[in-house]
C-alpha cells in the first residue's frame, strides 16, 4: 500500500494523501472494528470531514452514532433519512432547490445501503492502510484526476466513462458508495455538504474507485507516466502557438 500511494502522489503530483476507505461490516461477532484499534475514533463528524482529516495524514474511525450528516447516515444504512430531507423541503430551506419535488428525486436516486449492514467507517492515508481497502479515494485537482479516468478507460479498452452524480452526497455516495456498490470508478465535482465541511478547494474535484482496482490503475498510469503525461504538462503545443503569434506565455495558477 506504501508503493502504491508514493506512485500515485508522485504520478499525479498530489499534495495530499490517497485515502484508503474501509466499510467495516457487521460480522458474527464483536470483532469487526478490531483491524482499527490504533485507529482515532472519532464523533459528531461528517463523513467528508473524515476523508478530509485522512488525506491529511490521519487514521480515524468513525462509528454509527458518531456520524453527524444525516444524508451520509442514511446513505452508510445509519439512520433513516430525515422527513425535512426525504419531501426536499430541506433542501429548499438550504436554498439548493425551489422545488420540493427537485429535491424528493435527488434523495430518491440516492444510492444507499442496508441498515445494519455496517458497524463503521474507517479512513486513514493509503500508504497506512492495515489491509487492502474497500475504496479508494482521491481528493485534488481536475488536471491530476483526469489521468486516473484516463487509465480507468484505458483499462475498459476504450469504453467511455461516464459520472453519476447528484451534485450532492459528493464524498459519501459519489466517491465511495458508488465505487463500493457498483465496482466502478466514479468522479465527483464535489457538493453543497463537503465544500462547506471541508478544506476541499475550489480548484479541487474528488474521485473513488473499488481496491480491487488499484492494481489494475496505477499499472495502467505507469504507462501513462512514460510519454503521455509528461508530454501534455509541458504544453509544447501552446508554446508553439504562443511563438508563432508573438504572445508571452502566462505561468497558469497553481
Not at 480507468?152 to 450532492?168: I, N, P, Q, S, Y
Not at 508530454?231 to 508573438?246: E, F, H, N, T
Request: aromatic fraction near 6%.
Amino acid at each position: 500500500m506504501a508503493e502504491f500511494a508514493e506512485f500515485l502522489k508522485r504520478v499525479l503530483v498530489l499534495d495530499t494523501e490517497p485515502v484508503a476507505v474501509f466499510l467495516v461490516e457487521a460480522g458474527a461477532d464483536t470483532e469487526s472494528v478490531r483491524p482499527f484499534d490504533r485507529f482515532e475514533r472519532v464523533d459528531g463528524h461528517r463523513y467528508c470531514q473524515l476523508l478530509m482529516r485522512a488525506r491529511h495524514g490521519e487514521s480515524v474511525l468513525l462509528q454509527p452514532e458518531g456520524l453527524a450528516c444525516p444524508a451520509a447516515a442514511a446513505a452508510f444504512g445509519f439512520r433513516p433519512l430525515p422527513k425535512a430531507l426525504a419531501t426536499g423541503e430541506g433542501l429548499v430551506g438550504f436554498g439548493i432547490v425551489s422545488d420540493p419535488a427537485t429535491g424528493r428525486t435527488m434523495f430518491e436516486g440516492m444510492p444507499r445501503l442496508e441498515p445494519g449492514r455496517l458497524v463503521g467507517l474507517a479512513a486513514c492515508p493509503l500508504g497506512a492502510a492495515p489491509g487492502h481497502p474497500d475504496v479508494v479515494v482521491l481528493e485534488g485537482p481536475p488536471e491530476a484526476l483526469m489521468w486516473v479516468a484516463l487509465a480507468d478507460l484505458k483499462l475498459a479498452k476504450g469504453e467511455r466513462r461516464l459520472g453519476d452524480t447528484a451534485v450532492l452526497q459528493g464524498a459519501c455516495v459519489d466517491a465511495t458508495l458508488i465505487p463500493f456498490l457498483r465496482g466502478k470508478l466514479n468522479f465527483s465535482l464535489g457538493c453543497y455538504g463537503c465544500r462547506e465541511a471541508t478544506d476541499l478547494a475550489p480548484t479541487e474535484m474528488m474521485l473513488g474507485f473499488p481496491g480491487s482496482m488499484l492494481e489494475g490503475l496505477t499499472s495502467s498510469l505507469e504507462e501513462l507516466s512514460a510519454k503521455a503525461i509528461p508530454r501534455s504538462r509541458s504544453k509544447g503545443v501552446l508554446a508553439s502557438l504562443l511563438s508563432r503569434i508573438g504572445a508571452v506565455p502566462q505561468t497558469p495558477a497553481p
